[in-house]
């Protein structure tokens, strides 16, 4: 099925762990994004990248890093998680022109 | 001032009612409006998008701009349960980067 694919869907970590979220899309999209979703608080940009070798920070980068080694995939990596860090997290890329962005169905993620 | 700021309700009407989502932004210079439809525990969905001033109708759905006033709405007429969602308005900020409204949840009840 074309889309956006992240792994895991639900993920507990304790203060301190490290992890990594897994995107994957079969669009060849060249634009790919990271976001985060807090109750009431919208979707907050975390990282996005415009193409295979390139990324950049959004409006909350702090306590997380991104690579883009190829144009399908884009692993958002958590080191040392924290409480704040809990929230769902969504993935989403864009093609050309204006077809608006495809979501990852998120990864809902619990730091105690 | 958030650039882009949207009532996150909860907004709990009957079926068939006329639904109004609104969401306020701060720039003059955003030309292209879009709404996104959120269902529980999935990934937002693009609903409509429209450029500039005006109406654009999609089915029971409008979206609606007034540049003057930096206000965009989304009507949903004949409201069916189905429709029963987080709705977000969102805004391109240049690069490629959408900045999205807080998001509204609406439940229609039957």
């Known amino acids: 099925n074309a889309g956006v694919t992240q792994t895991p869907k639900f993920r507990i970590l304790k203060i301190g762990q490290s992890m990594t979220l897994q995107c994957a899309q079969d669009m060849n999209h060249n634009y790919m994004y990271w976001y985060r979703q807090d109750p009431g608080m919208g979707l907050k940009l975390i990282y996005y990248?415009?193409?295979?070798?390139?990324?950049d920070k959004g409006e909350v980068p702090n306590g997380y890093n991104v690579s883009r080694s190829t144009t399908e995939d884009f692993p958002l990596r958590l080191e040392l998680a924290a409480p704040s860090q809990t929230s769902v997290y969504f993935c989403a890329s864009e093609g050309q022109g204006a077809s608006g962005y495809t979501f990852g169905s998120g990864t809902r993620l619990t730091v105690v | 001032q958030k650039e882009v700021e949207q009532d996150p309700g909860p907004l709990s009407v009957p079926e068939g009612a006329i639904v109004s989502l609104n969401c306020t932004y701060s720039n003059s210079a955003f030309q292209y409006f879009m709404w996104y439809r959120q269902y529980s525990r999935k990934g937002p969905e693009l609903l409509m998008y429209t450029y500039s001033s005006g109406n654009k109708e999609d089915g029971r759905f409008t979206a609606q701009v007034d540049k003057s006033s930096k206000y965009i709405s989304l009507f949903i007429r004949d409201s069916q349960p189905s429709d029963s969602a987080t709705y977000l308005c969102?805004?391109?900020?240049?690069?490629?980067?959408?900045?999205f409204g807080q998001g509204t949840r609406l439940t229609i009840n039957p």
């Open positions: 969102a805004i391109p900020q240049g690069a490629q980067k959408l900045v």
């Open positions: 990248s415009v193409g295979a070798g390139i990324t």
